[in-house]
């Protein structure tokens, strides 16, 4: 049995072996770079080959960079659409809080000078809040969260931050009646802060503005004084805002002058008030003498 070589043919052995050849270039590869290192021969080889070569790594890095254009440009949409997304979620969660900001700052504002307020009266005081307006259009009423279980009575003042704004005529278990100032059927005991003069002030219902009845055409009073509170009728302190003179009309022939005011609280726009209660027990009003027993004529004639 016979076998074949592997070696090829001696026709086929032309040159040096494999291991010479590869001793050959190692050793010339050995020269070149020692050559290049020290003495710098090939550079300008190398600068020529790079700007022959430079145009075809362009061609062929073309696709490629497209490729990577397009993908960052898709990536780059589908990130900005999440992104806008999530900061529309983050407004609406945020929407009810922002658009509140202002009225939290109103309603603070009005806090403290209500506060302010209170600490010029040294009787008890209930902070309420305003729930609703009464439904009679003939009549002005609001109705507060505060009733007798906080203390309420009434006849008790009541004041927002900027003046007078009524006096509870009603009180329920937890709220109260607040007949407003500019309703028909309310009076309060006013002065004119500048000169004085003592008036009343009227409501006149609504949609009109209460009005000082019974005051002389020669009174000291001109458009642009403030009312306040004059203390007379025992309901509200004395030195309280109440109103702000608009109109003065003096008419040749007339008993009394005609003035408009304007009330200085916000009477229809007051969301917290304060309810005042009193300071001291005030004295009872002092009773009618009784009349003299005179003995009546024909009475007491002594009889013969």
Partial sequence: MHYVSVEPPPFFHRGPSPLARLAFF????????????????????????????????RVLQLPGDALGTVAAYFASQRSLANDNASLKQELLRHAAEVQGYPQLDQENARLRALIK?????????????????????????LFVD????????????????????????????????????TDKDHAVPVKVERS????????????????LRFLSPNAEIQPGDRLVTSGID?????????????????E?????????????AGVERS???????QATTRPQRPEAPAAP????????KRRG
């Fill in 293 to 300: 027993d005179v003995p009546r004529k024909g009475r007491g």
């Fill in 252 to 264: 040749t022939g007339q008993i009394f002058a005609r003035v408009g005011c304007r009330p200085l």
């Fill in 196 to 211: 004085g003069v003592r008036s009343v002030m009227y409501g006149s219902g609504t949609g009109r503005l209460p009005e």
């Fill in 146 to 181: 505060k009733g007798e279980a906080a203390g309420v009575q009434p006849g008790q003042a009541v004041i927002d931050e900027l003046g007078v704004v009524g006096q509870v005529t009603r009180v329920f278990p937890y709220m109260a009646e607040v007949t407003l100032i």
């Fill in 26 to 57: 190692v050793l010339l590869s050995l020269v070149l770079l020692f050559a290049d290192t020290r003495f710098r021969y090939l550079e300008n080889i190398r600068l020529a080959v790079g700007v022959a070569l430079y145009p075809v790594q």
């Fill in 117 to 141: 307020v209170e600490a010029r009266f040294h009787g008890s005081s209930v902070g309420a809040e305003v729930l609703y307006s009464g439904r009679d259009p003939f009549t002005q009423k």
């Fill in 271 to 277: 969301s917290q008030v304060l309810i005042l209660g």
């Fill in 234 to 250: 025992g309901t509200y302190p004395a030195g309280l805002a109440v109103a702000q003179v608009v109109s003065v009309e003096r």
